[in-house]
Nanobody
Framework: QVQLVESGGGLVQAGGSLRLSCAASGRAFSSYHMGWFRQAPGKEREFVATISLSGGVTLYADSVKGRFTISRDNAKNTVYLQMNSLKPEDTAIYYC???????????????WGQGTQVTVSS
């Protein structure tokens, strides 16, 4: 079992930055690929970014590529999402997730946090 707790969300103006954190407890954090997903009002949950076990490989959704950076610190059991040049369309609840398979599909992830709200004003 892995417990995930996100933090760092909030209200920011367009063009601003936020850094999300996801702290993990339970089984070995370094045994899980970690992902960030988001869900906007009235829309389905979508992939944002994922990072491999050691952090050596990352994947991003086209909509955030070049603006968001995912990273992890296995010594601190934490994964981060640095979000720069934020746009109103980035407004959503952001979730972190842990999984055994390095994929972008939601079904590949076994454990999920409760989410943190990010609101970008225009």
């Amino acid at each position: 079992q892995v417990q995930l707790v996100e933090s760092g969300g909030g209200l920011v103006q367009a063009g601003g930055s936020l850094r999300l954190s996801c702290a993990a407890s339970g089984r070995a954090f370094s045994s899980y690929h970690m992902g960030w997903f988001r869900q906007a009002p009235g829309k389905e949950r979508e992939f944002v970014a994922t990072i491999s076990l050691s952090g050596g490989v990352t994947l991003y959704a086209d909509s955030v590529k070049g603006r968001f950076t995912i990273s992890r610190d296995n010594a601190k059991n934490t994964v981060y999402l640095q979000m720069n040049s934020l746009k109103p369309e980035d407004t959503a609840i952001y979730y972190c997730a842990a999984g055994r398979i390095f994929r972008v599909e939601i079904r590949s992830y076994d454990y999920w946090g409760q989410g943190t709200q990010v609101t970008v004003s225009s």
